[in-house]
């Protein structure tokens, strides 16, 4: 599935419970994991044959760690994934500024998420 027709069907669960989501679609939503904004044409599958990578380590949980004993630092990837957030596009927009949404940026295939940091470690104090 695309995550656009993954955003689609939560949609529809969704607006069983909430009246405000029933007027939007899915391209008034945004699926963001590990920091980044997943565009709705990519489907899970391509994350699975790429072996996707985000700031953290692999983007889904398939297996694709680096092997730490090999790097001989314990730090360099983490076992867990978090769950991936939904929000509305009005809200990032209105809220881009803000943590945790003034992390977010879109995914890009081809970029090395190598040097990502939580906090800079060399900023002054």
Not at 49 to 65: E, I, T, Y
Not at 79 to 102: C, D, L, Q
Request: proline content about 4%; aromatic content about 14%.
């Amino acid at each position: 599935n695309s995550v656009y027709q993954f955003l689609q069907r939560g949609l529809e669960i969704l607006r069983k419970e909430f009246n405000e989501l029933r007027s939007i679609s899915a391209d008034h939503l945004m699926y963001i994991k590990e920091d980044l904004i997943i565009p709705h044409h990519y489907t899970f599958y391509d994350f699975i044959v790429n072996k996707a990578r985000g700031k953290s380590g692999p983007l889904f949980h398939f297996d694709v760690r680096d092997d730490v004993r090999l790097v001989s630092d314990a730090s360099v990837e983490k076992e867990e994934s978090h769950a991936g957030k939904v929000v509305m596009r009005t809200w990032y927009e209105r809220n881009k500024h803000i943590f945790p949404a003034s992390r977010w940026e879109p995914y890009d295939p081809q970029k090395n998420y190598d040097k990502y940091t939580v906090k800079d470690k060399n900023k002054k104090k």
